[in-house]
């Protein structure tokens, strides 16, 4: 198994693009902010492929910290996200 280099963060909280360009997504951290929902990463903008689609509750106070074993998630056009309402997400990239 190799190591991702060159990792770097990107953060959201509003749905959009949150990184124009190919990537392995190798973890995030997302927060709800009080709205339970879903999370949905695209490849290809907001009518993409969903490559990862993850429920969260409504618990403001606790952060969910996730790492994706191996090279993580390859996105081979952008990484899109959708998010609740007051959710936010932190990627780490590489």
């Known amino acids: 198994m190799s190591t991702l280099t060159n990792v770097f963060a990107a953060h959201k909280d509003a749905t959009g693009t949150i990184y124009a360009g190919a ?4 973890g995030f951290q997302m927060l709800s902010g009080g709205t339970a929902g879903e999370i949905v990463f695209r490849d290809g903008g907001s009518g993409g492929t969903v ?3 993850l429920n969260i509750p409504a618990n403001t106070n606790n952060p969910v910290s996730t790492l994706i074993p191996g090279n993580g998630i390859r996105f081979t056009t952008d990484i899109h996200v959708t998010l609740p309402t007051s959710a936010a997400v932190t990627i780490f990239c590489g």
Not at 23 to 26: D, G, K, R
């Open 23 to 26: 990537t392995n997504l190798a």
């Open 51 to 53: 490559l990862l689609k």
